[in-house]
């Protein structure tokens, strides 16, 4: 697969569990992938934007206090990912967010829905 190739599939990602966990748990979590390393965080709240101050010229953000977070180092192109790979990884972010959230995802708990 090729990088861009790559960046597409993950830079979807963001978007994807990020509208997911919105729109099916009703919960808040950022995603964030960082083309350059290759890694994406997932954030378990919101990020506050604090005011400009004199000189900057971009908005600054920050995470809340006790905010709980996990960084994840995806497949490098150079590793020639096979979609099987990708799935195994997006599997993991999902876990992920599922730790993040506090969601008790035992396999009793998935029986029961």
């Known amino acids: ?28 979590i950022d995603c964030e ?15 506050i934007a604090r005011l400009i101050r004199p000189g900057q010229t971009v908005p600054a953000f920050v995470r809340p206090a006790g905010e709980r977070t996990e960084v994840f180092q995806l497949p490098r192109p150079e590793s020639n990912p096979s979609y ?16 993040i959230l ?3 995802v035992s396999k009793r708990q998935l029986e029961d829905l």
Do not use: K
């Open 102 to 104: 506090q969601i008790d």
């Open 33 to 47: 992938y960082n083309p350059q390393n290759y890694t994406f965080r997932l954030y378990s709240g919101r990020a």
């Open 84 to 99: 099987a790979d990708l799935g195994l990884a997006f599997r993991s972010l999902c876990l992920g967010a599922a730790r």
């Open 1 to 28: 697969m090729t990088t861009e190739e790559l960046n597409t599939i993950y830079s979807r990602w963001t978007g994807q569990l990020h509208a997911w966990v919105m729109t099916q748990l009703g919960r808040q």
